[in-house]
């Protein structure tokens, strides 16, 4: 995996100058999940950098999708991930070798955005039944396995 996509060359970006970023990338550069969080969508970078009084500006966008278990049914649910207007800014001072890997904030910023649980709908429609435990006779609704 090359990490190359997400470095920033601090020279380009002289007098005013704006790159622009557009990556869309295989989701494994956001590393190992816990159990049951997988990454089956691409991630949408996009956005654009450039320097200003000794200061690097990157304003980017994120997008993908992130599935995970229901808390409740285990069904797997689809949560968008939409970051907008995501700012991060570092002196130029502290560049070195000018360029700069926006790697790691993005992971960061990604992996926040994922929610500790999750139901479907955002309300299960197994909670009553489970509250009942499944008093109706059950074997309407199998689990599907995984
Ligand atoms: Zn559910």
Same mark, same amino acid.
């Given at each position: ?5 997400? $470095? ?5 970006? &002289? %007098? ?6 557009? $990556? ?9 999940? @816990?159990?049951?969080?997988?990454? &089956?969508?691409?991630?949408?970078? &996009?956005?654009? =950098?450039? #320097? ?12 993908? !999708?992130?599935?995970?278990? =229901?808390?409740?049914? /285990? !069904? ?5 991930? &939409? ?6 800014? !570092?002196?130029? %001072?502290?560049?070195? /070798?000018? #360029? ?8 960061? @910023?990604?992996? +926040?955005?994922?929610?500790? #649980? #999750?139901?479907? %709908? ?5 909670? *009553?039944? +489970? ?6 006779? *059950? *074997? ?7």
């Amino acid at each position: 995996m090359l990490d190359d996509q997400f $470095l920033i060359y601090v020279d380009r970006l &002289q %007098n005013g100058h704006k790159e622009k970023i557009e $990556l869309e990338l295989d989701p494994a550069f956001l590393g190992k999940m @816990e159990w049951g969080v997988e990454f &089956q969508k691409p991630v949408i970078i &996009q956005g654009e =950098c450039y #320097t200003t009084k000794g200061e690097l500006l990157v304003h980017l966008e994120m997008k993908t !999708e992130v599935t995970l278990p =229901c808390a409740i049914c /285990n !069904e797997l649910v689809k949560h968008p991930i &939409q970051i907008r207007n995501f700012y991060c800014v !570092e002196s130029l %001072n502290r560049i070195k /070798n000018g #360029t700069f890997s926006f790697k790691e904030i993005v992971c960061e @910023e990604i992996l +926040l955005d994922v929610p500790l #649980t #999750t139901e479907c %709908n955002d309300n299960c429609p197994k909670r *009553g039944e +489970l509250a009942k435990y499944f008093s109706k006779g *059950g *074997g309407s609704h199998p689990f599907s396995e995984l």
